[in-house]
Nanobody, 124 residues
Framework: QVQLVESGGGLVQAGASLRLSCSVS????????MGWFRQVPGKEREFVAS????????EYADSLKGRFTISRADAKNAISLQMNSLKPEDTGVYYC?????????????????WGQGTQVTVSS
């Protein structure tokens, strides 16, 4: 099985930056497309970013382009999400996910494995 563990969340002020990391267990990490989603209570889970298993095809939610960057490091079995110029509306629980396929995928229905999530809170 694949296990995902997120880290790097926290409480920051608007305009600050955070870098989230996701550690992935398993020797087949290179065959999974990876994604980041976020969710706040009472709302549907929202797509943030995804990257193909080759690591050269990133995809982002339109509203986040230019501020968020997803990257992949197969040798370290990890992906990252660099978040810049954070806004209060970026607050939420951020989940790392893995999908069987090349990707990228923007729908949460394509992802079979999920981490526990890490809280990101942006104050104004």
């Amino acid at each position: 099985q694949v296990q995902l563990v997120e880290s790097g969340g926290g409480l920051v002020q608007a305009g600050a930056s955070l870098r989230l990391s996701c550690s992935v267990s398993g020797r087949n990490f290179g065959r999974f497309a990876m994604g980041w989603f976020r969710q706040v209570p009472g709302k549907e889970r929202e797509f943030v970013a995804s990257i193909s298993w080759s690591g050269d095809k990133p995809e982002y939610a339109d509203s986040l382009k230019g501020r968020f960057t997803i990257s992949r490091a197969d040798a370290k079995n990890a992906i990252s999400l660099q978040m810049n110029s954070l806004k209060p509306e970026d607050t939420g629980v951020y989940y790392c996910s893995a999908a069987v396929g090349r990707g990228p995928y923007s729908s949460d229905y394509d992802y079979a494995y999920w981490g526990q999530g890490t809280q990101v809170t942006v104050s104004s």
